[in-house]
């Protein structure tokens, strides 16, 4: 079966710095990997999503994640963290066949300080 | 267009009542997934409807079940409420279903059971 790790349960950067969300996942073919974001008492909202069509993959809001295969890793990345990006952001994985289950990891809490 | 619509977004009932959850998909999409969302336990999939069909199941107790109707809306019910249900419930529609579809997330009924 499918699953992802996500290693951490918090992660606190400074306003304008490196955002780094990790995320490696667990697959037996070639997977379907997204990334949401989860504000408090909201919903998910998709990030990202990894097909297989581009090895580095753009997002909403500055978002971008880099699928590397040797590494089993999928990472979040922003280049310069914004008050606006403290959320939860989830990694996921798609069951395969023809379900559309969503596997999560657990989450991790980014605060961003000013 | 409207996004995926969760009715109620909050719910307190008692131990051992029944409660039913509502989701109105997008317009267009045909699959409606459910998710159950716990501190302890994180996001878990409940199951998925696709054609008023459930297509896939979580592992959850018979308590909880669902179904579609033919404008692709979606209830799911959970009888003989347990403390333990006490979550954030998620539903999720997509165009179509299968592997790597995106899904694309309500806001949540929050249900506290006491």
């Known amino acids: 079966a499918q699953s992802v790790t996500q290693l951490g349960s918090h992660v606190s950067v400074s306003e304008g710095a490196l955002v780094l969300l990790r995320c490696n996942y667990s697959?037996?073919?070639?997977?379907?990997l997204f990334w949401y974001v989860q504000y408090p008492n909201q919903g998910l909202q998709l990030l990202l999503k990894?097909?297989?069509?581009?090895?580095l993959v753009k997002g909403i809001n500055g978002f971008e994640a880099e699928f590397k295969k040797s590494e089993t890793s999928f990472h979040l990345t922003k280049p310069s963290a914004h008050m606006s990006d403290a959320a939860e952001y989830f990694c996921?994985?798609?069951?395969?066949?023809?379900?559309?289950?969503?596997?999560f990891g657990k989450g991790i809490t980014l605060s961003v300080r000013p | 267009k409207a996004g995926v619509t969760q009715t109620p977004r909050y719910l307190i009932k008692t131990r051992g009542q029944q409660v039913t959850l509502s989701c109105s998909p997008i317009?267009?999409?045909?699959?409606v997934s459910w998710y159950q969302q716990t501190p302890g336990q994180g996001l878990q999939f409940l199951f998925e409807?696709?054609?008023?069909?459930?297509?896939n199941k979580g592992n959850f107790p018979g308590r909880f079940s669902g179904r579609q109707f033919s404008n692709s809306r979606s209830e799911m019910n959970v009888s003989t409420l347990e403390l333990g249900d006490s979550a954030l419930y998620l539903c999720?529609?997509?165009?179509?279903?299968?592997?790597?579809?995106?899904?694309?997330f309500g806001q949540g009924t929050r249900l506290t059971v006491v």
């Open positions: 996921a994985v798609s069951d395969s066949g023809a379900n559309s289950k969503l596997t």
């Open positions: 697959s037996s073919v070639p997977p379907y």
């Open positions: 999720a529609s997509s165009f179509r279903q299968g592997a790597g579809t995106e899904a694309f």
């Open positions: 409807y696709f054609s008023e069909t459930q297509r």
């Open positions: 317009s267009g999409h045909r699959s």
């Open positions: 990894y097909t297989s069509a581009a090895t």
